[in-house]
Nanobody, 125 residues
Framework: VQLQATGGGSVQPGGSLRLTCVASGSIFAITTMSWHRQTPGNQRELVATEVSGGSPRYVDFVKGRSTIYRNSDKNTVYLQMYSLMSEDTAVYYC????????????????????WGQGTQVTVSS
């Protein structure tokens, strides 16, 4: 499985961006797709995750400001971000996992089998 993330860029505080991650290869094997972010000197952290057949889940700092969703073919996952703040500045990564796992494990980057390259999001006035 290969993941290709796009959609990053520069935006002013309060603005919006939509990130896109396209999966190719053995996409039938994917049960979970997610978005993570990382800033220099910090660990990669989960932003949102979407498990096939389940409800999307968001970490607290993006609740109400982001929507994760997959297209009907399940090969693309989007992260629509609203009301962006300077604290959202980071490199954003998409990730995918094949087999199902307990939801509590989805926060850990080590849970994921596949990663896309990062896309930079900069929120600045």
């Amino acid at each position: 499985v290969q993941l290709q993330a796009t959609g990053g860029g520069s935006v002013q505080p309060g603005g919006s961006l939509r990130l896109t991650c396209v999966a190719s290869g053995s996409i039938f094997a994917i049960t979970t797709m997610s978005w993570h972010r990382q800033t220099p000197g910090n660990q990669r952290e989960l932003v949102a995750t979407e498990v096939s057949g389940g409800s999307p889940r968001y970490v607290d700092f993006v609740k109400g400001r982001s929507t994760i969703y997959r297209n009907s073919d399940k090969n693309t996952v989007y992260l629509q971000m609203y009301s962006l703040m300077s604290e959202d500045t980071a490199v954003y990564y998409c990730a995918a996992r094949a087999s199902r796992i307990v939801l509590s494990a989805l926060r850990s980057p080590t849970t994921y089998d596949y990663w896309g390259q990062g896309t930079q999001v900069t929120v600045s006035s």
